[in-house]
């Protein structure tokens, strides 16, 4: 009869659907505005609270996001081994060293941007989006292949930019690129309060007279973030640092823990520069 | 050459050839500019001609498609007749040479309000505004003053859509990078970031910041005219004039752009002369 | 007669290379050479911006590929530093627009007109990077003393070596006092990693954040330091030898009164 060839995942009809994952591409057109350090750190804050996450590394031939994590040496395989079925997922995926939730998938290193077939990629999306909670893909600067393939896939996008006129301008291409059907957020990042009030920098009210989105974070500049890059250990998981901490808040304002507006940091005080505190 | 002089609220209309070679000379003119001269009454100066009753009903006919009434001829007694089976006047002989007038309408002053902007040509002189700035001493930063080139001739762009001479609506905003072309006007209810791009061969309106590059009487309308609730474009073209200005972030509400001789001139768009043309 | 032609390039994007190809080109046309900018980044064009042009652009490079222009319609001449020249990208259209062999081409052309062609190259390593080589002899490879931005300039530079492009590097971005305590790579080390020429080291510097905005090149401005280092690489490029500066860390006072940058 019938029912004895029944699969097992269909025998419990009652059971709820696991929701399907949030597919989110970190992008902004310019490069070195910190995509790559926000995808690690917001990752890392939302494995963190306890949500189950996966990084992609969208940058064929440019791959830092391992770096960023301080997991290059464990990288066995990468995205493109996957596609092209030289290695499973299982093999490819990196967990961790310290949030065993948040686990990496890198880029090919030796390999280009034309190699990714773009179907093969979105179906790889889809399917960690029924594994985790969050896929956070960290898209390549520009607008070429490398971003049209990141961009697949994903129904929610987080601009990243910094306060200068090239940025806002590339992100705005990049924002118009994006389209009218995903859903797509603000980080503004490397501020520096200080030059924004002598009128040395445009300010965050500048920058969204332009792309007008919805602010997700707004970052100070700060010089812990590239000792820390540099480290591999994402600021996030820092619990004295306040970059570490505007990226918390970023997290919980994505899963919804929080729905306030994200506050302009205040000005480094004299005696933060004279004692070099952070 | 036929030739089209006011007298008053009249017209007398000079005529040197065979009258429906004449009456395609004048519908040009005429279309040129053509709610200047509907309502208007006209005699025919026909000079040497004798054109039969039809030709001189054709004509007759072809002037009232332009909304000009033509009430009386003059020419040689042979017309007097042919004049009379129409039932219009003859005035009798031309009385002298008719003289030529230019083509436009004599010069109108055009009165500024005190809160229009000239923006003065200056690309084809960067290098005099450069020894300038040195002779006078002045800073680096070609700030304060606008700029305008004119005279740079512009190819009609290289994707016009063949909509037919209509409007195109878009409602939305325009990222840098996005481009908007139409044969006809275009109309935005959004703003056009700056690195994007309108080209219209009509007139261009934004309901909404303009800082991109708008471009209107594309295919060499010099009456088009742009209007925008914030106009401040990267670059403004009309027909082939460009301009740009430096002036940056101050409210200045709905503003209207259009050629006034040789420059583009803007002002706030309730000083605006909307008329079809003046130029 | 015929002009170099020097790709100014970095692998990472964000390291600088827009500012170093505005401001080692106004240096060079300072010291009166004939140099035209090229920006090779279309879609994402910002030289002109840095420049403070991006009013005056009637025609572009697409424009003059397409054969709608002349070439020196669409050249803007910079109105403060004579003999300097942009050729500007085009912004609405992306870099499929233009081939290696028409980019190429481009690039033979101007250089007929100059003593020096700086293209402006777009982050990367897709098309558009692979054209704005194409036009190329030369290499000034930009990076900053960070571990990814030196990844992906030794990529790039296996790829210009690849070409038989020769190249220089410029350090950008240096921030003495992190070398000093440690939280920084110096120069020699990314020179050790990168087995590359120096050309120039850069000091971070909040100036130019300003200048960029204002679309002045920070070497307008004689009393700036920054000025007196890209003229110096501008001597490097020429063949003149000429010693790196020692940056020092902003001294105690420095830092308390914010004078240094």
Do not use: W
């Not at chain 1, 269909?10 to 070195?32: L, W, Y």
């Not at chain 1, 806002?168 to 957020?185: F, I, M, Q, S």
């Not at chain 2, 209207?256 to 008329?275: E, M, N, Q």
């Not at chain 3, 777009?122 to 054209?131: D, K, Q, Y």
Request: aromatic share 4%.
């Amino acid at each position: 009869m019938l029912h004895d060839v029944i699969p097992q995942e269909a025998a419990a009809p009652d059971a709820p659907a696991k929701p399907r994952g949030r597919a989110i591409v970190v992008t902004s057109g310019k490069g070195g505005v910190g995509k790559t350090t926000t995808t690690a750190n917001v990752g890392a804050a939302l494995a963190a609270a306890g949500a189950s996450v996966v990084l992609v590394d969208a940058d064929v031939g440019l791959r830092n996001l391992d770096i960023v994590m301080g997991l290059e040496a464990r990288v066995r395989h990468h995205v493109l081994d996957v596609l092209e079925n030289k290695a499973t997922l299982d093999e490819a995926l990196v967990t961790d060293k310290r949030v065993p939730q948040l686990k990496l998938l890198a880029a090919a290193q030796t390999r280009e941007k034309d190699d990714v077939d773009t179907a093969a990629f979105r179906a790889l999306i889809d399917s960690l989006r029924s594994r985790f909670d969050y896929v956070l893909i960290d898209c390549p600067a520009g607008i070429e292949m490398g971003f049209a393939n990141a961009i697949v896939g994903a129904d929610e996008a987080i601009v990243v930019c910094t306060p200068e006129v090239s940025a806002v301008r590339d992100a705005d291409r990049v924002v118009g690129l994006l389209g009218d059907t995903r859903k797509v957020h603000l980080i503004v990042n490397r501020l520096r309060p200080e030059l924004v009030r002598k009128g040395k920098m445009l300010s965050v009210e500048d920058v969204n007279a332009i792309l007008r989105l919805p602010l997700l974070g707004i970052i100070a500049d700060a010089p812990d973030v590239i000792v820390s890059t540099n480290k591999g250990e994402p600021v996030a998981l820092d619990a004295a640092s306040p970059v570490g901490s505007a990226y918390r808040a970023i997290a919980e304002r994505i899963s919804g823990a929080r729905t306030d507006a994200p506050a302009i940091p205040r000005e480094r005080s004299f005696f933060d520069k004279l004692f070099g505190s952070r | 050459m036929s030739s089209v002089r006011g007298r008053g609220r009249n017209l007398e209309i000079a005529v040197d050839r065979a009258l429906a070679a004449a009456a395609e000379e004048l519908h040009e003119h005429f279309a040129d500019r053509p709610d200047f001269y509907r309502g208007s009454r006209a005699v025919a100066n026909l000079g040497a001609l004798e054109p039969s009753a039809d030709e001189l009903a054709a004509f007759r006919d072809a002037l009232a498609g332009h909304g000009v009434a033509l009430d009386g001829v003059r020419g040689g007694e042979t017309v007097a007749p042919v004049a009379a089976e129409l039932q219009l006047a003859y005035l009798g002989t031309t009385d002298g040479d008719v003289a030529v007038l230019p083509r436009h309408r004599p010069a109108r002053e055009v009165r500024l309000s005190d809160q229009a902007r000239s923006l003065v040509a200056d690309f084809a002189g960067a290098r005099e505004d450069m020894v300038r700035r040195r002779r006078d001493g002045g800073g680096v930063h070609a700030g304060g003053a606008a700029v305008a080139m004119a005279g740079v001739a512009i190819p009609p762009p290289a994707r016009m859509v063949p909509v037919g001479l209509s409007t195109l609506y878009h409602r939305g905003t325009l990222r840098g990078g996005q481009a908007m072309h139409n044969l006809g006007n275009l109309v935005v209810i959004g703003d056009v970031n700056p690195g994007a791009e309108l080209v219209a061969s009509g007139d261009i309106v934004v309901f909404g910041a303009l800082r991109g590059v708008a471009h209107a009487g594309a295919q060499g309308d010099r009456n088009a005219r742009v209007i925008a609730l914030e106009l401040e474009p990267t670059q403004l073209r009309i027909a082939t004039v460009i301009a740009t200005s430096s002036e940056r972030g101050k409210q200045r509400g709905p503003e209207h752009a259009s050629i006034v001789g040789d420059r583009i001139v803007v002002v706030p768009f309730a000083d605006a002369d909307l008329r079809k043309e003046s130029v | 007669m015929a002009a170099r032609r020097i790709v100014v390039t970095s692998g990472k994007g964000g390291v600088g290379k827009t500012t170093t190809t505005a401001n080692v080109g106004a240096a060079l046309a300072q010291r009166g050479h004939r140099v035209v900018l090229v920006d090779a980044d279309i879609g994402l064009r910002n030289l002109d911006l840095v420049l403070g042009v991006e009013k005056r652009i009637v025609f572009d490079l697409v424009e003059v590929v397409e054969g709608r222009c002349q070439l020196r319609q669409a050249l803007i001449k910079d109105k403060r530093i004579e003999n300097l020249a942009i050729l500007p990208a085009a912004q609405t259209r992306d870099k499929t627009a233009v081939s290696e062999l028409q980019f190429a081409d481009v690039v033979t052309q101007l250089g007929e007109l100059c003593d020096y062609v700086l293209i402006d190259c777009p982050a990367g390593i897709e098309h558009g990077f692979r054209n704005a080589i194409a036009g190329a002899t030369e290499a000034v490879v930009v990076t900053t003393p960070e571990v990814s931005a030196i990844r992906d300039a030794d990529r790039v530079i296996g790829k210009l070596r690849e070409r038989g492009l020769s190249l220089r590097v410029i350090v950008n971005r240096i921030r003495p006092e992190m070398v000093r305590s440690g939280d920084m790579l110096s120069v020699d080390d990314v020179t050790d990693i990168l087995s590359a020429e120096l050309l120039g080291i850069v000091p971070d510097d909040a100036e130019i954040i300003d200048t960029t905005n204002r679309g002045e090149p920070v070497v307008l401005n004689v009393e700036s330091r920054l000025a007196a280092i890209y003229t110096k690489i501008a001597r490097r490029l020429e063949g003149e030898v000429v010693p790196f500066t020692a940056l020092n860390p902003p001294g105690f006072f420095e830092r308390i009164f914010g004078k240094a940058g």
